[in-house]
Structures are given as structure tokens and as C-alpha cells.
């Protein structure tokens, strides 16, 4: 059935009939006219393209590995044991600079040490291993606050081998995901609002499914240990970026850090090689256990819905941008009703034509890796899940239960509508 933004035209390539909604790129399916419009991306550094090219081998090779009936089972192999040494080594030098700064300190006071001493330290404290920490401006839901909802984390958990979450966030963003928090290591899972908003309910336990199979499935490059060693790292090469528009002493700053970038690229690399295709795998495992708690057929809807989230943010900022322009008084009003903005974007997603996904699956298909380095691309995953036979869904949510689920949701879908709609939305 055709929208009412909908028309008829002849292909300029080829000539086909195609249909056009002017909320969306006009292309042809037969020829591919203008499939990807938009111009390539800017060129990244050094690394960058060195992550995206080891992405693109270790994604399509996996992708292989299974439809050849092979297994995605995660396991310990010997590169993610150096990942795990080479990141204990770089959270030894961080040791050994503030055990080195203490003892100049002691040891030469007075003279070198005055300045050596307080240098190392200085190192040590910017390289030190930091656990991660939630926004500010998150809201977390507690179990007391939420049962219904920690319930249903704690059966999709059940379903994919772990135990359930310690604390619900929830933000502005069209994503979601999990963390470990703090030294006692405390689970916390970060759901967008807008995106679960713009899911269906067996949609929203697959969502819940990939997420919690983060904790069960070996991601190394996830760990705590190699995931603050890289933070580590980056550090470092930070501090020994090139100096721009540098003077003749700068220059020669320059020239003392090509070694230490070089060898600090060379060590991020060689991570890179070791991780990448654990995280690649993790991420296939994920969407393979999201189909076990919600069926294949909400885990391929999910691939879907976060093909076309771009056009969720257009809608979003939109509404945004429409109370902007309403001075201080439209604003005002535009907040009072912030409900609205989630009916109004239901409402959008439910429009989007079957040929805006196939044309998102094909964009896929032709950019490959070059926006995610660590997750294989969408048309990849949603291959992966249509190989071998369909499960079934191990959770089902009925009316009731999504009922009180919303109702424990409510105060945050209206405290972030009001945000979007007052500050607008670039999540």
C-alpha cells in the first residue's frame, strides 16, 4: 500500500519503474541508481584504517566459517592470552612510573628528584587504569523501582547463560548497552529510550538478549584488564601526537616522538590483530543468543530496526528543532506535551517503506566496516542469523506484562522527551 508521500517515476539509469517518498533517497533496485548518495567518509588516521581493514577480514571470515557450518563458540585461544599479557604488561609500566616516582621522590628530594619525582607520578596517575563511570545524567532504575522490567532482564539472562543486571540506566540515546562498573564489578545495563521505543515487545527481548550475552560470550577486548589497558594506551599516544604548526624547537619535539609513536601504533596494531576478532565473534554470538530468547524472527526485525535508526534520528531532531523555532512560548508548550514525540516517532518508523531497509541492506553491503570497526556490519549479522533453521522464542512477553513495564518506565520516557524537546537531540 503506497503513503501518501509516495509517487511514481522512471529510473534515469535504466528506465525501471520506482517508487519515490520524498522523506527518503529515490534509487532504483534494478541498476542500483543512486543507492549511496552520500559522499565517502573523511579519511581516518593511521590506525583507524588499520582496525577497519582487520574488521572487514575477521567479520567476512567468521560470516564464512558459519554458513560452512562452522561453529561461533567462544573459547580462549592464544591471541587472547597475549591480549591478556600485553595488556598486564602495560598495567605494569603504569606501576612501575608510580613506584619509580615515589622512590626519586624519597630518595632524590632536593635535587632531580624534585622534578622527576612529581613528572612520573603525574604519568602514572594519567595512565592509570579507570573503571568506568556513568553519566550524570542518566537516570538509573533500581530493582524496587522497576521489578517488572528487572524481571524480565533476569529470564532473558537465565536464557542466555549469565545472571541478570545490578542496575538499569536510561538515556537519550538510539542505543543501548552494558558495562561493569567499579572494583566490585557491578553490571549495569544503559537502554536508550528512543530506541526502545521504536521496537516491538519480542523486538525489545532481543535487544535484551544480544546485550546480556556480552557477559556470558569471552569478548577479551571487553575485559577489564584489556579494556583500561587500551585506554592506557591511547593515552600514551596522545601524549606523543605530532605538534601542529610547530616552531624550530617544536620540530625537534617532533622528531624525539616518532620513535615512542611508532612503537606505541606498532602495540595498538598488534592488540587490534589479537581482539578484533574476538569482539567480531562476540558480537555474532550476541545476536545468535538474542534469536534463542526472542526467536530469529525479532532478532532479524532488530537488524531492521537499526538499519533505519538514522531516520528515527531525523524525526527526533525534527520535533526538536520544531519547538525551537517556537521561541520561548512554543518551547514551554512543546515540553508540556513531550509525549507526543514518542507517538509522533512510532508513528514515523510504521511509514518507512520495505524499499528504504533493502536499500539500507545494500548500502551495507557496499560500505562494509568503514562505520564500526568492532561490530561486523548490520547485513553481515542478519546473514549470520538467517543461516540454518529458525528458533523459537524461550521468552514471551503478553500485554499485561508490557503494560506495567511502560507504567515503570513512564517517568523516564517523559523526563527524556522533555529533554529532546528542550535541548534538543544528537544522540
Same mark, same amino acid.
Given at each position: 500500500m503506497r503513503t501518501v508521500e509516495e509517487k511514481s517515476q522512471a529510473c534515469p539509469e535504466c528506465g525501471t519503474e520506482i517508487l519515490v517518498d520524498s522523506r527518503? !533517497?529515490?534509487w532504483c533496485a534494478a541498476c542500483d541508481w543512486n543507492v549511496d548518495p552520500e559522499p565517502p567518509e573523511p579519511q581516518r588516521d593511521r590506525l583507524e584504517r588499520v582496525r577497519r581493514a582487520l574488521a572487514r577480514r575477521h567479520g567476512e571470515k567468521l560470516l564464512a566459517e558459519v554458513t560452512d557450518g562452522g561453529s561461533? %563458540?567462544?573459547?580462549?585461544?592464544?591471541?587472547?592470552?597475549?591480549?591478556?599479557? #600485553?595488556? /598486564?604488561?602495560?598495567?605494569? *609500566?603504569? !606501576?612501575?612510573? +608510580?613506584?619509580?616516582?615515589?622512590w626519586w621522590l624519597v630518595r632524590g628530594w632536593g635535587g632531580l628528584g624534585t622534578v622527576g619525582g612529581p613528572l612520573m607520578l603525574m604519568f602514572a596517575w594519567a595512565l592509570r587504569p579507570r573503571a568506568v563511570r556513568m553519566p550524570t545524567e542518566d537516570a538509573v532504575l533500581r530493582r524496587d523501582d522497576a521489578p517488572e522490567l528487572y524481571a524480565l532482564v533476569d529470564e532473558v539472562a537465565q536464557v542466555v547463560g549469565t545472571r541478570g543486571v545490578d542496575r538499569v540506566a536510561v538515556d537519550a540515546e538510539l542505543? $543501548?548497552? *552494558?558495562? *561493569?562498573?567499579? !572494583? =566490585?564489578?557491578?553490571? *549495569? /545495563?544503559?537502554? @536508550? #529510550?528512543?530506541?526502545?521505543? #521504536?521496537?516491538?515487545?519480542?523486538?525489545?527481548?532481543?535487544?535484551?538478549?544480544? &546485550?546480556?550475552?556480552?557477559?556470558?560470550? @569471552?569478548?577479551?577486548?571487553?575485559? /577489564?584488564?584489556?579494556?583500561?589497558a587500551y585506554h592506557s594506551l591511547t593515552t600514551w599516544r596522545y601524549f606523543f601526537l605530532p605538534i601542529p604548526n610547530p616552531s624550530m624547537v617544536e620540530m625537534v619535539t617532533n622528531l624525539l616522538y616518532v620513535v615512542p609513536q611508532l612503537f606505541l601504533h606498532g602495540v595498538l596494531t598488534l592488540l587490534d590483530h589479537l581482539t578484533l576478532r574476538a569482539t567480531q565473534r562476540a558480537e555474532? /554470538?550476541?545476536?545468535?543468543?538474542?534469536?534463542?530468547a526472542a526467536s530469529t524472527e525479532a532478532a532479524v526485525a532488530l537488524m531492521d530496526r537499526l538499519l533505519v535508526t538514522a531516520s528515527a534520528r531525523g524525526a527526533l531532531r525534527r &520535533? $526538536?528543532? %520544531?519547538?525551537?523555532?517556537?521561541?520561548? %512560548?512554543?518551547?514551554?508548550?512543546? &515540553? +508540556?506535551?513531550?509525549?507526543?514525540?514518542?507517538?509522533?516517532?512510532?508513528?514515523?518508523?510504521?511509514? #518507512?517503506?520495505?524499499?528504504?531497509?533493502e536499500r539500507q541492506r545494500r548500502v551495507g553491503a557496499r560500505r562494509g566496516h568503514s562505520v564500526d570497526s568492532t561490530h561486523p556490519p548490520t547485513h553481515l549479522r542478519r546473514s549470520c542469523l538467517l543461516v540454518g533453521p529458525s528458533a523459537p522464542a524461550a521468552v514471551v512477553t503478553d500485554e499485561e506484562r508490557e503494560r506495567r513495564i511502560a507504567a515503570e518506565l513512564a517517568g523516564? =520516557?517523559? +523526563?527524556? $522527551?522533555?529533554?529532546? !524537546? =528542550?535541548?534538543?537531540f544528537d544522540g
Open positions: 527518503f !533517497v529515490a561461533l %563458540r567462544a573459547r580462549r585461544d592464544a591471541s587472547s592470552l597475549l591480549a591478556f599479557g #600485553i595488556a /598486564l604488561t602495560v598495567h605494569g *609500566v603504569t !606501576v612501575a612510573l +608510580a613506584l619509580g616516582g615515589v542505543n $543501548a548497552s *552494558v558495562m *561493569v562498573q567499579g !572494583v =566490585r564489578g557491578q553490571r *549495569v /545495563l544503559t537502554l @536508550g #529510550i528512543p530506541l526502545w521505543e #521504536i521496537l516491538t515487545p519480542q523486538q525489545r527481548v532481543a535487544l535484551l538478549g544480544h &546485550e546480556l550475552a556480552h557477559y556470558s560470550n @569471552g569478548d577479551t577486548r571487553h575485559s /577489564l584488564v584489556v579494556s583500561t555474532y /554470538l550476541a545476536d545468535r543468543e538474542a534469536a534463542r &520535533e $526538536a528543532n %520544531r519547538a525551537a523555532l517556537g521561541g520561548p %512560548r512554543g518551547a514551554r508548550r512543546a &515540553e +508540556a506535551g513531550a509525549e507526543q514525540i514518542w507517538e509522533l516517532l512510532t508513528a514515523h518508523m510504521a511509514s #518507512i517503506p520495505p524499499y528504504e531497509y523516564a =520516557r517523559t +523526563a527524556v $522527551a522533555r529533554r529532546i !524537546v =528542550r535541548d534538543g
